[in-house]
């Protein structure tokens, strides 16, 4: 008897563990599979950021030729987009650099990529900039840049240094190390007082938006998605005063903000004429970059919470979320393009007819945006990014073939 109901207990038990192990497994995966949920929608979000700032920068290199224009509207339309475009942008690259400190062939395999990929983008522009500009030389100089490829340069030497400052957070915390690399990049701007460096491997624009690089690579994407999701109250005043500051970059271009162009790009300190300062800023240059790091930065997360609320409706996510995920690839092919028209005098018909010019820019940015984030040209920028991976990989087999 006590056989029977020992054996009926422990049936009873099996049924209750496994019932048990199955709704644990159910559970499980619903969670997984939210997770996975939520991880989409977070990367779709970014890409449709990415997909907004893309945009901005076709249309604002096609307005860098009309900025002076008497027409306020390009005037006006470049210095808002400048103010705060390439901030986000560098920000959001940094963002997900973590990735890259997987393991160090993974590092090696990424700094290869961007290195080939600048050399790529130097040869791709050359001869239209060759065209427009008239400038001299049968070779690109790869030593040298000021124009669209400083960006890829830039993203080689920031991920080169990167465990180096992954190190020092974890020594020191996030908040030192990048309270340590903005101070580095306001004395910086003083290196070049004798100009001998000029545009020397970008190295102005690296030292000037590396704080957005890091800050995006030490705030981490968690962290950025609790930021998005603050508070309505201050998500309200994050966005009234960033878009504030924006519109006075905007409409103050011929005054207060005219000085500032040059640093927008982040140049040398030496390059900023000291007569068109004010009084404060000449005595102390730091501060003019501290200003506008601080006033990009505020922009940026304006444009980041006001994105947010728009990407809610479904036709703008999926208009954007796909430029926005193919990013560098219109980033490098909208330049020659932007060239080559250019060359053919653009600029003397939309100073012809600059009401119609504008709302045609806006809409050619918007077609050029879209066409070259085709899915053909897309698989072809693909197998142009695999091609140092798979050399890298070819070459660790042989070694351990050899090894063998």
């Not at 020191?172 to 290196?191: E, H, K, M």
């Not at 998500?235 to 409409?251: N, P």
């Not at 980041?304 to 996510?317: A, G, Y």
């Not at 020659?336 to 010019?357: H, K, S, T």
């Amino acid at each position: 008897m006590l056989n029977k109901n020992s054996a009926r207990e422990e049936y009873k038990g099996g049924i209750l563990r496994e019932r048990i192990a199955a709704g644990q497994k159910c559970y499980e995966e619903k969670r997984s599979a939210e997770k996975n949920s939520e991880g989409e929608h977070r990367i779709k979000e970014v890409d449709a950021f990415k997909g907004f700032l893309i945009f901005a920068v076709v249309f604002g290199h096609f307005l860098l030729p009309l900025k002076d224009s008497p027409y306020s509207f390009f005037g006006r339309s470049f210095y808002l987009i400048y103010s705060f475009h390439m901030p986000a942008f560098v920000f959001l690259s940094g963002l997900f650099a973590g990735h890259a400190l997987r393991s160090p062939r993974h590092w090696c395999k990424r700094c290869l990529t961007l290195l080939w990929l600048y050399i790529f983008f130097k040869w791709l522009i050359f001869y239209p900039e060759k065209i427009a500009y008239h400038m001299p030389g049968s070779l690109p100089d790869f030593w040298h840049e000021s124009g669209t490829p400083w960006y890829v340069l830039a993203l080689c030497f920031w991920t080169l240094a990167l465990p180096l400052f992954a190190f020092f957070r974890r020594q020191f915390g996030a908040v030192w190390v990048l309270l340590a690399i903005t101070a580095a990049s306001l004395r910086l701007g003083y290196l070049d007082q004798a100009n001998r460096f000029g545009d020397y491997l970008s190295l102005d624009r690296v030292f000037a938006f590396a704080p957005f690089f890091y800050g995006g690579a030490f705030l981490g994407e968690q962290r950025f998605q609790h930021f998005l999701n603050m508070k309505p109250g201050f998500r309200r005043l994050v966005i009234g005063s960033g878009t504030a500051l924006a519109l006075w970059f905007a409409l103050h271009t011929r005054s207060y903000l005219h000085p500032y162009e040059k640093l927008i790009y982040g140049v040398w300190y030496s390059r900023l004429e000291p007569e068109t300062l004010l009084p404060l800023f000449r005595r102390a240059t730091w501060l003019l970059r501290l200003f506008w790091q601080l006033g990009a930065a505020l922009i940026s997360a304006a444009f980041f919470l006001l994105v947010k609320q728009l990407v809610s409706l479904p036709c703008l996510e999926k208009l954007f979320a796909c430029p926005g995920e193919r990013s560098l690839q219109i980033y490098m092919l909208h330049r020659p393009i932007r060239d080559l028209c250019l060359a053919a005098g653009y600029p003397v018909l939309v100073e012809r007819y600059p009401g119609i010019a504008s709302v045609t820019l806006v809409v050619l940015s918007l077609l050029l945006t879209a066409l070259l984030s085709a899915k053909p040209l897309y698989r072809f920028f693909r197998a142009l990014q695999k091609l140092p991976e798979r050399l890298l990989d070819a070459l660790h087999g042989q070694v351990g073939n050899v090894v063998k």
